[in-house]
């Protein structure tokens, strides 16, 4: 919205410009959590690794490693979710500075 919009007058300036503070502030949030998830995938996948080692045919067993499969396949999405949004912002925030 902030990046189709007509700066030509006050009312669209202030508009886009605090489009664009939310923008940056939503950037602060999304840069940590790509780390905080690849650590959070490197500990479901530490954690399945030992209970693979572990694992035995009773069913508790497999019911964690599947429970830790399906958390780690999670995390993983939402790593690549947090990769779009990142790429995004970086875009936008590219734009912006060659705008300013």
Request: glycine share 4%; aromatic share 6%; with cysteine.
């Amino acid at each position: 919205m902030a990046l189709t919009s007509d700066f030509s007058t006050l009312a669209e300036y202030k508009s886009g410009f605090e489009a664009l503070t939310k923008l940056q502030h939503l950037r602060s949030k999304i840069l940590p959590l790509s780390a905080q998830l690849t650590a959070s995938m490197g500990i479901i996948s530490g954690l399945t690794d030992i209970n693979e080692e572990a694992c035995s045919s009773e069913s508790k067993s497999q019911s964690i490693l599947h429970e830790l499969r399906l958390l780690g396949n999670e995390l993983q999405g939402y790593a690549w979710s947090i990769e779009s949004l990142k790429s995004q912002s970086e875009d936008i925030f590219t734009l912006v500075s060659l705008v300013r």
